[in-house]
Each structure stands twice: as structure tokens, then as C-alpha cells.
């Protein structure tokens, strides 16, 4: 079996990596700016990494086609930009679409028609809990989450008659770089507005995202599953 997974240098990508390698996957990772992250991760799992920007489209369509005729694809790239709607610049806005929501459709876009041709095929897209409810001061950030929700789950119509499942994972506050920024008085009200009192760690989206993968969930298609320890019920 064969994983492709973006953003795997860092954070949930490298975890979920790591986790798919361990569990038998082939893994071929992509990311764009950590570099020695990256070498790190093949050094450790095995894993073939590959430096691509997921928001160019070309870029993407050039992945070696055994890359690209993957069994499963977990889009995990992700950035985001936290202020007032109002004090965003166009060229930041237009990053976080087309990282988030483009670059997530640029893989899709690219490994469908292997996956339609073997009538098999596990996509799996990482959104966000502010994707599902939004969030103050992450409009943008929010809204592009919110369309990866809406892409999952109009593909998992479109391409279940071809035996494909497309599911999404909603992290809540998950310990990565993401959130570094993040006083130690931010995270920990955080964590006591999480029902299970906690901050979630990159390997717990690892371990929803190799469930989703695997013949376990094989009837399951088209859902926003969410991992915030009960934060957005």
C-alpha cells in the first residue's frame, strides 16, 4: 500500500508520515521549506520526500507518476494568518486559499484519475474546527477550511461510484508550530475550554487519519471527523 502525504515535514504531515510507515504504508511526503526536517524524516521511517509547492498546480502534475498513483492521499499542508479582515493583504489572503483550499484540490486533481482507474482509493483532507464553526480574528483562515469541508464532501458523492471514500479531519488546538505563537496563558485557557481538558497532539490526528485509511472505515465516506478533544460538538 502507498500513502502520499503533503505537508510532512512538520507537525500532523510528519506525524501522520511516520505513523503510515510504521503501520507498512510506502510513504512519499512532500514539502515545500524544511528541508533538513524533511531529510530527517526519510533518514528515520524510510519515507521518499519531495520538495513541491502544493500550491502550484504544475508542480504537482509533474510528481513521478508512481508518486501520484498513491493508494492514499492525506493532505495535511496547511498555513495560517490570524488579524482583522480588514487589515489582511490580498497577497496574504490569496496565500492561505491557495495553500489550504488549492493546494488540497491540486492533489486531489492529480491523483484521482489512478485512483478511478483501479476503482479503489482513500483521499483524506485536514481542515480545521474553525473550518466548522469560525473563527473571530481567522475569517479567512476559517473560510478556507470551511471550503475543504465542502470539497470533501461533494467529491465522496462524485467519486464513491468509483469505489473512492473522501473523509476530513477537523483538528482542534493541536500542539505544532501552528500554535507557537500562542502565549502559555492562550493555550492553557485553551485547553480548559476542551472538554477533555488537554491539548491534542500531532499523533492523535495520526491515529484518526490510519483508522479512516484502513478497511475498518470502509463504509465510511463524506464525514467531517472531528479531533478537538470535545471543543466543537
Not at 487589515?87 to 488540497?104: H, Q
Not at 482513500?122 to 480574528?137: E, F, K, N, P
Not at 479567512?140 to 475543504?148: G, R
Request: aromatic share 4%; hydrophobic share 45%; glycine share 10%.
Amino acid at each position: 500500500m502507498k500513502a502520499l502525504i503533503t505537508g510532512a515535514s512538520r507537525g500532523i504531515g510528519r506525524a501522520c508520515a511516520e505513523a503510515f510507515s510504521a503501520a507498512g504504508y510506502q510513504v512519499s511526503g512532500l514539502y515545500l521549506s524544511s528541508g533538513e526536517a524533511a531529510e530527517n524524516l526519510a533518514d528515520g521511517t524510510g519515507c521518499r520526500v519531495i520538495r513541491a509547492d502544493v500550491a502550484d498546480a504544475e508542480a504537482i502534475r509533474s510528481l513521478p507518476g508512481d508518486v501520484l498513483d498513491t493508494d492514499v492521499l492525506l493532505c495535511c499542508a496547511g498555513v495560517s494568518l490570524s488579524g482583522l479582515v480588514t487589515d489582511l493583504t490580498d497577497g496574504e489572503i490569496r496565500r492561505l486559499f491557495d495553500v489550504n483550499f488549492f493546494g488540497t484540490l491540486h492533489c486531489i486533481r492529480a491523483v484521482v484519475p489512478h485512483m478511478v482507474r483501479r476503482k479503489s482509493g482513500v483521499i483524506l483532507t485536514v481542515s480545521s474546527m474553525w473550518g466548522q464553526v469560525g473563527a473571530s480574528c481567522e475569517s479567512v483562515y476559517s473560510a478556507s477550511k470551511a471550503a475543504v469541508i465542502g470539497l470533501t464532501k461533494s467529491l465522496a458523492k462524485e467519486l464513491g461510484p468509483s469505489g473512492i471514500r473522501v473523509c476530513c479531519i477537523a483538528p482542534g488546538v493541536i500542539d505544532t508550530d501552528m500554535n507557537a505563537s500562542l502565549s502559555a496563558e492562550e493555550l492553557e485557557a485553551l485547553r480548559l475550554d476542551t472538554p477533555l481538558e488537554r491539548i491534542g497532539t500531532p499523533e492523535d490526528i495520526a491515529e484518526t487519519a490510519l483508522f479512516l485509511a484502513s478497511d475498518r472505515a470502509r463504509f465510511i465516506t463524506g464525514q467531517v471527523i472531528g479531533v478537538s478533544g470535545g471543543f466543537v460538538i
